[in-house]
Nanobody, 124 residues
Framework: QVQLVESGGGLVQAGASLRLSCAAS????????VGWFRQAPGKEREFVAV???????YYADSVKGRFGIDADNVKNTMYLQMDTLKPEDTGVYYC??????????????????WGQGTQVTVSS
């Protein structure tokens, strides 16, 4: 059974950093795309970043250079390091896993497993 549990969200001021965690069970990172998505109130869920089968990482243009993905394969935990946060980064952040192909990694429909989400709020 696949389970994803996010943690690490919070309320911070613009310019601060947060590190989100996604503790995974039932999957092996090298066999899955493990991504981060976010959803702001009244908006659709949007792609943030993904680790594709443990080999390559991809980022949305809006976070490129500020966010980074890394993994602890011993703990089976994926992390999203978020630096220089902006108010527009506010939203619920979700960890997702799926056997997505490369061309679909930015599409939330390509992911079959989701965590419960963690709230990130960035004040100006």
């Amino acid at each position: 059974q696949v389970q994803l549990v996010e943690s690490g969200g919070g309320l911070v001021q613009a310019g601060a950093s947060l590190r989100l965690s996604c503790a995974a069970s039932g999957i092996t990172f090298r066999n899955y795309a493990v991504g981060w998505f976010r959803q702001a109130p009244g908006k659709e869920r949007e792609f943030v970043a993904v680790s594709f089968r443990g080999t390559h990482t991809y980022y949305a243009d809006s976070v490129k250079g500020r966010f980074g993905i890394d993994a602890d394969n011993v703990k089976n935990t994926m992390y999203l390091q978020m630096d220089t946060l902006k108010p527009e980064d506010t939203g619920v952040y979700y960890c997702a896993a799926g056997r997505a192909i490369l061309s679909s990694i930015r599409n939330p429909d390509a992911y079959g497993y989701w965590g419960q989400g963690t709230q990130v709020t960035v004040s100006s």
